[in-house]
């Protein structure tokens, strides 16, 4: 390799390092505006619901445990799993504002914006959204006790952003879109695949 090669890596390595620094920035950004806009105070019937849903679990993972079907690190899995689904439907679909019904059937138009238009405020928001049910994915092999194949992990995910998307689009409070149920059950799958390589790993060992 001669210097004009290598003096073009290095730009290009620094080009790309810097974009990489510059959305990090930006995504830890959308992430708090997200969490201070959405993730709005409860009202106390919603907070007495779930609460109660909680309690509720707290009684099966201690029975479980009890009776020996789950151990203790299952449990306290199951219970943050449960609180953070609370928080996602909450910060989702509770919290939003009334407004029309609103819906976008088309599949894959974020991308063909994406690529087409070079919206790359539209990349945060896929970006982000794939982030979304990301520890949803972290969780399962945890609960499971052992490696969660990824179709299980991406149907999961497709299950539970199916169910924010109707109660989007019923109570009015979002745009229903396949995009995010793809993007959210991607993001499942690729937390499950994580936690498997790292079970390898420990298995190997």
């Known amino acids: 390799m001669d210097s004009m090669d290598f003096k073009t890596g290095r730009q290009y390595s620094g080009t790309f390092s810097k974009i990489y620094d510059c959305l990090g920035r930006e ?3 959308e992430l708090y505006q997200i969490w201070t806009t959405y993730n709005k105070e409860w009202s106390k019937r919603e907070t007495i619901l779930f609460g109660a849903i909680f309690v509720l679990n707290i009684v099966l993972a201690v029975r479980g445990v009890y009776r020996e079907k789950i151990n203790s690190i299952q449990a306290m899995a199951f219970l943050v799993l449960v609180v ?3 928080i996602v439907f909450e910060s989702t679909v509770f919290t939003r ?5 609103q819906y976008e059937l088309f599949p894959f138009w ?7 238009k070079h919206d790359w405020s539209l990349l945060k928001q896929v970006l982000l959204n794939c982030l979304l049910l ?3 994915g972290v969780l399962l092999p945890v609960i499971a006790e052992h490696k969660v194949k990824w179709y299980w992990g991406l149907g999961v995910g497709v299950l539970i952003s199916v169910t924010i ?6 109570l009015k409070r979002g745009l229903f879109e396949w995009d995010d149920i793809l993007h959210n059950g991607l993001g ?3 937390g499950c695949l994580v936690v498997n ?3 390898k790993e420990k298995n190997r060992d």
């Not at 974020?110 to 087409?116: A, D, G, K, P, Q």
């Not at 998307?165 to 019923?170: A, G, H, V």
């Open 134 to 136: 990301l520890p949803v």
């Open 197 to 199: 390589i790292f079970k």
């Open 188 to 190: 499942c799958m690729v």
């Open 110 to 116: 974020s991308w063909i914006e994406i690529i087409w």
């Open 165 to 170: 998307e109707i109660c989007q689009l019923i």
């Open 97 to 101: 504002t009334c407004s029309v019904r």
């Open 84 to 86: 953070f689904l609370g």
């Open 27 to 29: 995504l830890e950004m």
